[in-house]
């Protein structure tokens, strides 16, 4: 595992015993580093930390399908703009697999505050 004062291990990746599933993206040393990962624990853990809970932007769903994914976290600055429809981690996990993402998250901003900065991308097809 990768030393925490080096930069190259998140913590919610130390926390989900997942440091090898994680990809540093900022090579810098820089605490507004950003990762990558595809691992439920580490994302999951990540959420939970910050109050964060899966959810869905109503509306958007279909059938069997929740619809576009977020992770709403009560009390955020400003609000959703959208509405938010909760859903349970299975479902959350399963939608993010059939779609092939990752997530990109931040644990902290640049002066050191716990962020709440994540979105999803497309895998890597390599």
């Not at 994680?22 to 999951?44: G, L, P």
């Not at 959208?82 to 990109?104: G, I, M, Y």
Request: no cysteine.
């Amino acid at each position: 595992m990768s030393d925490a004062r080096d930069g190259q291990a998140s913590a919610a990746a130390r926390e989900a015993g997942a440091v090898e599933e994680v990809e540093r993206n900022t090579k810098s040393q820089t605490t507004a580093a950003t990762y990558t990962t595809t691992d439920h624990d580490v994302i999951r853990a990540w959420a939970e930390k910050r109050g964060g809970r899966p959810a869905a932007v109503a509306r958007t769903e279909s059938g069997d399908d929740p619809g576009i994914l977020r992770i709403e976290f009560p009390n955020a600055p400003g609000g959703e703009a959208r509405e938010l429809q909760p859903l349970d981690w299975e479902t959350f996990f399963k939608k993010f697999d059939e779609n092939n993402l990752s997530f990109v998250y931040q644990e902290q901003t640049a002066d050191g505050a716990e962020s709440r900065f994540f979105k999803f991308v497309k895998r890597d097809k390599g």
